[in-house]
C-alpha cells in the first residue's frame, strides 16, 4: 500500500522558513507528479505547488519568489521550502503523489504562521 509521510511543519514568525518534506513509500510504480496543497480553516483545499517528472514546476501566484518545491526521484521524496512566511500561509499542508492512474495524500502537516 502506498504511504506518504509528511514532516517539518510547525509554528513560526512571519518572515521565518520551513521547509517540509514528503517520503512516499510502497508499490510506487511510476511518479509523474508530486506537489503540495494546503487547506485553511474554513477554506478549499488549494494546490501551492507542484513538480513533475521532467522537474518542471508550478506554483500558486501568492507564494512565488517564496516557496521553492524539489524532488528527490531516488527517495521518492518532495520538499518544499517556505521562505519569508506570511500568515496568510497558515494551513495544513499535505502532499500529492500522482501516478499514472492514481493520486495519494499525506495526512498533512499545520503550518502557523504569527503576525
Known amino acids: 500500500q502506498v504511504h506518504l509521510v509528511e514532516s517539518g511543519g510547525g509554528l513560526v514568525q512571519a518572515g521565518g522558513s520551513l521547509r517540509l518534506s514528503c517520503a512516499a513509500s510502497?508499490?510506487?510504480?511510476?511518479?509523474?507528479?508530486m506537489g503540495w496543497y494546503r487547506q485553511a480553516p474554513g477554506k478549499q483545499r488549494e494546490l501551492v505547488a507542484s513538480?513533475?517528472?521532467?522537474?518542471?514546476?508550478n506554483y500558486k501566484d501568492s507564494v512565488k519568489g517564496r516557496f521553492t518545491i524539489s524532488r528527490d526521484n531516488a527517495k521518492n521524496t518532495v520538499y518544499l521550502r517556505m521562505d519569508s512566511l506570511k500568515p496568510e500561509d497558515t494551513a495544513v499542508y499535505y502532499c500529492l503523489t500522482r501516478t499514472y492512474g492514481n493520486d495519494y495524500w499525506g495526512q498533512g502537516t499545520q503550518v502557523t504562521v504569527s503576525a
Open positions: 513538480i513533475n517528472w521532467e522537474f518542471n514546476t
Open positions: 510502497g508499490a510506487i510504480h511510476r511518479i509523474n507528479v
